[in-house]
C-alpha cells in the first residue's frame, strides 16, 4: 500500500541534508600537536550517525571533528569535501522523516533500515557504506525500484486477496456460484468426478446387491433367476452402471423383475444422473457464455491526457469496441484511489471518490459504435482542481475506469475495467482522430487508437488558471469603469 501514499516533497532546502565527516588531508610534515585533532576526529566517526536518520539540530557550538551546517567566520575546522555524484548518486535526494511514518502500514525497507542503523560500522570505508546504504535502503529509491502495486491491473484483475475467512460454509449455500467460479482445471476435474463418484457407487450396490443374493455363485446357472442379469463381478456391475445413468443399453446386462431393491435402485440412479446432467451441463454452458470473455473485446488507452476542452482543463480517455456486436445501455463511470490522513489523525487506505464523467448531463451514457473520448471536466468538486503538471508527478494515485453495458447476443451484464496511475497521464497531450470517411461509410483505424499529440497547455492548475481567469475579468471591469467615467464626468 505504499505505492499509494503521498511522494514526499523534492524541495529539501527546508530540511537540508544530513552531515558529512570531515576528510583532512594528511601533511607529509604535521606536527605531534595533531594528535588531539586526531582523536577527536575518529571519535566523531564512531559517534557520526547513520544516513536513514538524521541528527539533531545544534543550537550552538562546535564539536571537533564535526563538521558544521553553516560554518563560522572563524571556524579552525577543514571544510567538508564535495561528495562524487558517480560513487553515491542519490545522495543529493533526503526527505523528511514524517514521509515513512504511516501508521497501519508494514514495510520491509523500515525493518532493513532500523536493523542497519543498530550496528555500529567501522571507522574506515563508511562513506562508501553510507552511499550503499544510500542506495539500496532508502525508501523512496526502493519504492521507485520496485514495481508499482496496483489497485486494478490494465486488464481489469483486482489485485485484492482475501485471507481469513472463517465462514466458508457460505460458499456452499451458493454452490452454484461457486462451481462457476472455479477455474477450469478444477472446474474439469469437479465435473468428471461427479459422474465417475456416481458410476462407481451405484456400481458397488449392485455388485453388493448381486453378491447378497447369491447371482455370483450362481453364473452360468441357467435354473437361476438372477435379479441383474449378466452381473458376474464389479467390473460387470460398473458396466452395467454407467450403462443404466447414460441411457446406453447394449442388451447384456439388465434388471429383472425377480427383486425390488434392483428396481428402486434403478430409479434412484436416474434421478441422481438427471440432476447431474442439469447441474453440471448448466455450469458449463454459463462458465463458456460468461461476459467476462466479451470484456476482451472492449479496449481502453494506454495513457490519459490533460488538455482544454471548451476552454476547460480536462482530463481524457478514449475507450472502443473491437466486436460489430453492439454493446446496449453502456454506461461508464471512473474511482479515484488514493490514501490520505484526516484531520483527526485517521489514517483511510485506498480511499475511493467518484469522478463525474457526466453523471448529470448524461454524457457517461454511450453508444458505443466508434471508438470515444470520454472527458472528465476538472472543475472545483474535481479532486485534480488544485492539482498543476508539477504537482502530479508527486502525487501517488490511481485512476479506476469501469465500462458497463448489455451484450448484445446473450443479454448479460458485461464489465470492463482499466486503470491509470499518474505515471500514465500525459499532461499537454491530446488523441489523434482514428476516423475517417470512406466508399460512403465511417472507417476506423484502431492502429491509430494510442495516438497522441503534444498541444500547449498551461503547466499550472485548474484552480491558478481559474484565479488568474478572475483576476484579468476583475481588472478589465475596474478598467471599463474608468473608461466610463472619463467619457461621462457627469454622469450621476
Given at each position: 500500500?505504499?505505492?499509494?501514499?503521498?511522494?514526499?516533497?523534492?524541495?529539501?532546502?527546508?530540511?537540508?541534508?544530513?552531515?558529512?565527516?570531515?576528510?583532512l588531508?594528511?601533511?607529509?610534515?604535521?606536527?605531534?600537536?595533531d594528535?588531539?585533532?586526531?582523536?577527536?576526529?575518529a571519535a566523531?566517526?564512531?559517534?557520526?550517525?547513520?544516513?536513514?536518520?538524521?541528527?539533531?539540530?545544534?543550537?550552538?557550538?562546535?564539536v571537533?571533528?564535526?563538521?558544521?551546517?553553516?560554518?563560522?567566520?572563524?571556524?579552525?575546522?577543514?571544510?567538508?569535501?564535495?561528495?562524487?555524484?558517480?560513487?553515491?548518486?542519490?545522495?543529493?535526494?533526503?526527505?523528511?522523516?514524517?514521509?515513512?511514518?504511516?501508521?497501519n502500514?508494514?514495510?520491509?525497507?523500515?525493518?532493513?533500515t532500523?536493523?542497519?542503523?543498530?550496528?555500529?560500522?567501522?571507522?574506515?570505508g563508511?562513506?562508501?557504506?553510507?552511499?550503499?546504504?544510500?542506495?539500496?535502503?532508502?525508501?523512496?529509491?526502493?519504492?521507485?525500484?520496485?514495481?508499482?502495486?496496483?489497485?486494478?491491473?490494465?486488464?481489469?484483475?483486482?489485485?485484492?486477496?482475501?485471507?481469513n475467512?472463517?465462514e466458508?460454509?457460505?460458499?456452499?449455500?451458493?454452490?452454484?456460484?461457486?462451481?462457476?467460479?472455479?477455474?477450469?482445471?478444477?472446474?474439469?476435474?469437479?465435473?468428471?468426478?461427479?459422474?465417475?463418484?456416481?458410476?462407481?457407487?451405484?456400481?458397488?450396490?449392485?455388485?453388493?446387491?448381486?453378491?447378497?443374493?447369491?447371482?455370483?455363485?450362481?453364473?452360468?446357472d441357467?435354473?437361476?433367476?438372477?435379479?441383474?442379469?449378466?452381473?458376474?463381478?464389479?467390473?460387470?456391475?460398473?458396466?452395467?452402471?454407467?450403462?443404466?445413468?447414460?441411457?446406453?443399453?447394449?442388451?447384456?446386462?439388465?434388471?429383472?423383475?425377480?427383486?425390488?431393491?434392483?428396481?428402486?435402485?434403478?430409479?434412484?440412479?436416474?434421478?441422481?444422473?438427471?440432476?447431474?446432467?442439469?447441474?453440471?451441463?448448466?455450469?458449463?454452458?454459463?462458465?463458456?457464455?460468461?461476459?467476462?470473455?466479451?470484456?476482451?473485446?472492449?479496449?481502453?488507452?494506454?495513457?490519459?491526457?490533460?488538455?482544454?476542452?471548451?476552454?476547460?482543463?480536462?482530463?481524457?480517455?478514449r475507450?472502443?469496441?473491437?466486436?460489430?456486436?453492439?454493446?446496449?445501455?453502456?454506461?461508464?463511470?471512473?474511482?479515484?484511489?488514493?490514501?490520505?490522513?484526516?484531520?483527526?489523525?485517521?489514517?483511510?487506505?485506498?480511499?475511493q471518490?467518484?469522478?463525474?464523467?457526466?453523471?448529470?448531463?448524461?454524457?457517461?451514457?454511450?453508444?458505443?459504435?466508434?471508438?470515444?473520448?470520454?472527458?472528465?471536466?476538472?472543475?472545483?468538486?474535481?479532486?485534480?482542481?488544485?492539482?498543476?503538471?508539477?504537482?502530479?508527478?508527486?502525487?501517488?494515485?490511481?485512476?479506476?475506469?469501469?465500462?458497463?453495458?448489455?451484450?448484445?447476443?446473450?443479454?448479460?451484464?458485461?464489465?470492463?475495467?482499466?486503470?491509470?496511475?499518474?505515471?500514465?497521464?500525459?499532461?499537454?497531450?491530446?488523441?489523434?482522430?482514428c476516423?475517417?470517411?470512406?466508399?460512403?461509410?465511417?472507417?476506423?483505424?484502431?492502429s491509430?487508437?494510442?495516438?497522441?499529440f503534444?498541444?500547449?497547455?498551461?503547466?499550472?492548475?485548474?484552480k491558478?488558471?481559474?484565479e488568474?481567469?478572475?483576476?484579468?475579468?476583475q481588472?478589465?471591469?475596474?478598467?471599463?469603469?474608468?473608461?466610463?467615467?472619463?467619457?461621462?464626468?457627469?454622469?450621476?
Open positions: 500500500m505504499l505505492a499509494y501514499l503521498p511522494r514526499p516533497p523534492t524541495d529539501t532546502s527546508q530540511y537540508g541534508t544530513f552531515p558529512q565527516k570531515p576528510e588531508p594528511a601533511a607529509p610534515g604535521a606536527p605531534a600537536e594528535g588531539w585533532q586526531q582523536v577527536s576526529t566523531a566517526k564512531r559517534s557520526a550517525p547513520m544516513p536513514n536518520h538524521p541528527s539533531p539540530p545544534r543550537r550552538s557550538g562546535i571537533p571533528g564535526e563538521p558544521s551546517l553553516l560554518p563560522s567566520r572563524g571556524s579552525l575546522t577543514a571544510p567538508p569535501r564535495p561528495s562524487n555524484p558517480s560513487r553515491c548518486p542519490s545522495a543529493a535526494r533526503w526527505y523528511p522523516l514524517h514521509a515513512l511514518s504511516v501508521p502500514i508494514p514495510s520491509s525497507s523500515r525493518g532493513k532500523v536493523a542497519r542503523s543498530t550496528a555500529a560500522p567501522s571507522p574506515e563508511l562513506q562508501s557504506r553510507r552511499c550503499k546504504l544510500l542506495e539500496e535502503d532508502g525508501p523512496v529509491v526502493q519504492a521507485s525500484k520496485r514495481q508499482r502495486q496496483r489497485y486494478v491491473t490494465k486488464v481489469g484483475k483486482c489485485q485484492v486477496n482475501l485471507g475467512i472463517q466458508k460454509k457460505r460458499f456452499l449455500s451458493d454452490i452454484f456460484t461457486t462451481i462457476v467460479d472455479l477455474k477450469y482445471r478444477w472446474f474439469l476435474f469437479v465435473f468428471m468426478m461427479c459422474y465417475i463418484v456416481t458410476w462407481v457407487a451405484f456400481g458397488t450396490v449392485y455388485f453388493f446387491d448381486a453378491w447378497v443374493r447369491g447371482d455370483i455363485e450362481h453364473r452360468g441357467p435354473q437361476w433367476q438372477a435379479c441383474i442379469e449378466n452381473v458376474d463381478g464389479f467390473i460387470s456391475a460398473l458396466l452395467f452402471s454407467v450403462e443404466s445413468q447414460r441411457t446406453i443399453g447394449y442388451g447384456s446386462r439388465m434388471v429383472t423383475a425377480n427383486c425390488a431393491e434392483g428396481v428402486i435402485l434403478l430409479m434412484a440412479q436416474s434421478i441422481v444422473g438427471s440432476m447431474i446432467d442439469a447441474l453440471m451441463v448448466g455450469c458449463m454452458f454459463v462458465k463458456i457464455s460468461r461476459p467476462k470473455k466479451r470484456a476482451q473485446t472492449l479496449i481502453f488507452s494506454k495513457n490519459c491526457v490533460i488538455s482544454h476542452r471548451d476552454e476547460k482543463l480536462c482530463l481524457m480517455f475507450v472502443g469496441d473491437l466486436r460489430e456486436s453492439h454493446m446496449v445501455d453502456a454506461k461508464i463511470r471512473a474511482k479515484l484511489i488514493k490514501s490520505r490522513q484526516t484531520a483527526e489523525g485517521e489514517f483511510i487506505p485506498l480511499e471518490s467518484e469522478l463525474n464523467l457526466g453523471y448529470d448531463t448524461g454524457e457517461d451514457r454511450l453508444f458505443l459504435v466508434e471508438p470515444q473520448i470520454i472527458c472528465h471536466v476538472i472543475n472545483r468538486r474535481s479532486p485534480f482542481w488544485d492539482m498543476s503538471a508539477e504537482s502530479l508527478r508527486r502525487e501517488q494515485f490511481e485512476i479506476i475506469i469501469i465500462l458497463e453495458g448489455i451484450v448484445e447476443a446473450t443479454g448479460m451484464t458485461c464489465q470492463a475495467r482499466t486503470s491509470y496511475t499518474e505515471d500514465e497521464i500525459l499532461w499537454g497531450y491530446r488523441f489523434e482522430p476516423m475517417s470517411l470512406e466508399k460512403g461509410a465511417f472507417q476506423v483505424d484502431y491509430r487508437f494510442e495516438m497522441t503534444e498541444v500547449q497547455t498551461p503547466a499550472a492548475s485548474a491558478e488558471l481559474q488568474l481567469k478572475e483576476l484579468e475579468q481588472e478589465h471591469s475596474t478598467l471599463s469603469l474608468y473608461w466610463d467615467h472619463l467619457l461621462h464626468p457627469c454622469a450621476p
